[in-house]
Each structure stands twice: as C-alpha cells, then as structure tokens.
C-alpha cells in the first residue's frame, strides 16, 4: 500500500532489471513501484486462493445445485499464472496464451517441444484432447488422430506401428493436419509412416533417436514429448457475468453395471469392440456415433443435431469396413431408426445408454435384425 515510498519484490527474475534501473537513474520509478506493488498483491492473493481452495476441499458444498452434486463449492476462487504465450488464438486475429492454475503443474509443464512452429491454441486444444483419449482407451499400444478436437482415427493393436497405420487408415482425409497421439516410444518405422502425411503435432512418451532425427526433417511439425496426464479438472465455460462449472465426466471401461438388452449376449470379441467404441464415442462432439471393429474406429458420426444422421455419416465413412463391429451412440435412441445405421453398416452389436421411453420398441427393433445391445445408463453428451 505504500509502494509511493518502498518497492516491494516478489520474484527474483525481476533482480536483474531493477538493479539496472537502480543504477541508472538512482532510484526506481513511479511506474516500477507500481508494477513491484501489483505483483505483490497478486502473489499473496494466488496463496489465499491456495488456502481457500484447501478449505473448500475439505468442506462439505454447500446450495442445492452442490448439494446435489457434492463437489462444487458455494464460492469458487482460481488464480491463473500465463506459462506460454502462443502463436495465435483459434484464428489468426486472436491473442491466445496457456495459463496454470496457482500451485498446480500438468504434463504441459514439463512436455518437450523437438521442433516445429511455436504452438497455437487449436494446437494446444487438440493435443489435449488427443492426449487424454490415447490413454483412455486401455493398456494395449494405441494411437488417436484428432482434428478440431474430434477424433478421427483411433486404433489399439499389438504393436505401436498397426495401431498408428490403422488409426490413420479410419479417415485419411481428415487426418491431413491433425494432432497425432501416441502410446508408446515412436520408432523409425513409425516415424517413416507419419512423415508423408502432414501433421500439425506429434506427441509420445519418447522418440528412438533416428526416429526423432527422421521427423525433425519435417520443420513444421511440432514434436512433442509428454509424460501421462493428471486427472482432469472441473470444467469451466465463460457466460455473461459468469461461469458454467460441471465435474469431468469419467468414462468406465468396467462393465459390470451394463445389462445385455437383448436376447442375444456379445460374443467375447464383441464385448472387446463395444468397450473401446464406448471409450471413444464418448469423446465425440454430440450427436455422435462411432463404429469399432477390431480395435479400430472405422467410422465416426459427430456434432450432428440429430442422432440419425450421425449414424449415416460414421456409416458412410466405414466405408464397408463395418460388418460384425460396434455400433456406439452418446446417448439414448429416441426412435428404433436409430438402429437403421447400425444395420446398414453391417454392425452386429449396439451399445449406448438406455433410458428412452421407447426403449422397449428400439429393443425389439434390435431382436429383430439379430443384434446384442447393451445398456450403460450412463450418457456421455460432449459440446
């Protein structure tokens, strides 16, 4: 409060540009004090959002929304901290930067960038997206392309080269400049098959040093080595005067609370399918529709206003390569047509939520054309 008279300094990395001002001109500047004093403020300030947030933690919510939930705090304090400055925002004409919350470090914090541009924020988006869904999908080596935050290929196979070559065999098109996501160390085979196709940004645990050598050929391509993400945090959408706040939505790999619909039960390869198109639909932009078959998305339906045509459209995209697959949707089928794509696509097994009032006639639609479907009840809606 008396910065008129007394500088006040928070961060060492200011030691440097104060000394030289000190030297220059024998005191510090009106400006300085001023700029030293706001620093301060902003430093104790993010150590009480700290401490509330530790109080908050251990508090039962209060409200009826909280009360509800149990996990939303009535009041809701977050200290920002900008870490990286980015190349653009979504468009060229907007200022973008990534922020860390006051105390707090992800994988972004110590990912290492082996080349390319500097990352911009569909950059950042998009790997963050592809990120997390490459290590959702279970412990086989497994691949994820992502284009405006979508997946567009996703595969899990036996080896970390088929899963990518699958992955990017679901929807070639759409992989040209997308984010590529991998499980595993990227080896010179794999590298030789990502290099023709262009790629805004590659990240893996690791690079085996000629594969790495072999991708830095590409100057554009931003190549990213990253350790495996934290639990995601509460999900924040700005509004006039205020926030949406929800609780992430975790998806379950656990099937012991689904219930088989239909007469027929999922064969065992069948159950493996309808897992990760379960996995995958989820992280889909609604209305969404993903269809597996053997451990690769071979179509995917999404940001339809209607559940129909995003069934037609991952049908369209399999492309034939459907026949005996998964067919999975984010939510329930208000309607049997629902199940049109599915047939359509050749699938032969259903997975989605449950829970519409016609459910009876979509089972027996199901029966009919000799399908197994089963219920989650849990929907998995993505904006």
């Known amino acids: 409060k008396n910065h008129a008279h007394v500088a006040i300094v928070t961060d060492p990395s200011r030691y440097g540009s104060i000394i030289s001002e000190l030297k220059s001109s024998g005191s510090l500047s009106q400006a300085t004090r001023t700029q030293l004093a706001r620093d301060a403020f902003a430093h104790t300030a993010a150590y009480d959002a700290e401490i509330l947030a530790w109080f908050d933690a251990g508090m039962p919510a209060k409200g009826e929304a909280a009360d509800a939930l149990g996990e939303l705090p009535e009041t809701l304090t977050i200290e920002l901290k900008r870490e990286q400055v980015l190349r653009y925002g979504e468009n060229p004409h907007q200022v973008g930067a990534r922020y860390t919350s006051a105390g707090e470090r992800g994988w972004w914090d110590s990912a290492q960038q082996h080349g390319g541009k500097e990352m911009s924020y569909l950059n950042v988006y998009d790997t963050e997206a592809a990120w997390r869904l490459v290590h959702s999908i279970g412990e086989r080596?497994?691949?994820?392309?992502?284009?405006?935050?979508?997946?567009?290929?996703?595969?899990?196979?036996?080896?970390?080269?088929?899963?990518?070559?699958?992955?990017?065999?679901?929807?070639?098109?759409?992989?040209?400049?997308?984010?590529?996501?991998?499980?595993?160390?990227?080896?010179?085979?794999?590298?030789?098959?990502?290099?023709?196709?262009?790629?805004?940004?590659?990240?893996?645990?690791?690079?085996?040093?000629?594969?790495?050598?072999?991708?830095?050929?590409?100057?554009?391509?931003?190549?990213?080595?990253?350790?495996?993400?934290?639990?995601?945090?509460?999900?924040?959408?700005?509004?006039?005067?205020?926030?949406?706040?929800?609780?992430?939505?975790p998806v379950t790999d656990d099937n012991a609370g689904w219930t088989v619909a239909t007469d027929r039960a999922p064969t065992d390869a069948e159950w493996i399918d309808l897992i990760l198109a379960w996995q995958v639909v989820a992280k889909v932009t609604s209305n969404a529709i993903v269809l597996v078959k053997n451990g690769q998305a071979v179509g995917i339906g999404c940001g339809q206003q209607n559940r129909r045509d995003a069934g037609h459209l991952a049908a369209t995209k399999a492309e034939g390569r459907a026949k005996g697959g998964a067919y999975a949707s984010d939510a329930f089928f208000p309607f049997p047509d629902g199940l049109d794509a599915a047939i359509e696509a050749g699938a032969t097994c259903v997975i989605q939520p449950g829970g519409s009032i016609r459910d009876e006639e979509v089972i027996a639609a199901a029966n009919a054309a000799g399908l197994a479907m089963v219920f989650t009840s849990e929907r998995h809606f993505r904006h």
């Open 141 to 249: 080596p497994a691949a994820v392309v992502i284009k405006h935050a979508n997946p567009c290929g996703v595969a899990v196979a036996d080896d970390i080269f088929t899963a990518y070559t699958r992955a990017h065999e679901c929807d070639p098109v759409s992989a040209f400049g997308g984010i590529i996501a991998l499980n595993r160390v990227v080896t010179l085979e794999v590298a030789q098959a990502i290099a023709p196709v262009f790629t805004e940004v590659l990240v893996a645990p690791g690079y085996e040093p000629d594969a790495l050598a072999a991708l830095q050929e590409k100057k554009n391509l931003r190549i990213l080595t990253a350790v495996a993400p934290g639990a995601p945090g509460l999900s924040l959408r700005p509004i006039d005067g205020g926030y949406l706040v929800q609780t992430p939505d």
